[in-house]
């Protein structure tokens, strides 16, 4: 199983960007999939996840200016983000489970600039 984070780059603060998580294989077949970010100097956080279209769930940081979705004809997991700010910089991963394990991908780098 592989995972390809991309859509990173730099931004401007109140900007968007949508990050996509493709498989190398079935999306459909993953139990949920979900992204984290890891910060500069700080622990790796949990951003946003999604096991079916009714079924998501987001950090407290992003809820309300962030969506996830999953596109299992495209293989593809995407995480919308709007509004952006300087403290959603960070290297983004994603992370797919099934039949118990977890496989990540690479990471995509977001620079949000004030």
């Known amino acids: 199983v592989q995972l390809q984070a991309s859509g990173g780059g730099l931004a401007q603060a109140g900007g968007s960007l949508r990050l996509s998580c493709a498989a190398s294989?079935?999306?459909?077949?993953?139990?949920?999939v979900a992204w984290y970010r890891q910060a500069p100097g700080k622990e790796r956080e949990f951003v946003a996840s999604i096991a079916s279209p009714t079924s998501t769930k987001y950090a407290d940081s992003v809820k309300g200016r962030s969506t996830i979705s999953r596109d299992n004809a495209q293989n593809t997991v995407y995480l919308q983000m709007n509004s952006l700010n300087v403290e959603d910089t960070g290297v983004y991963y994603c992370?797919?489970?099934?039949?118990?394990?977890?496989?990540w991908g690479q990471g995509t780098l977001v620079t949000v600039s004030s």
């Open positions: 294989g079935s999306m459909s077949s993953f139990n949920w």
């Open positions: 992370v797919a489970n099934r039949r118990g394990n977890n496989y």
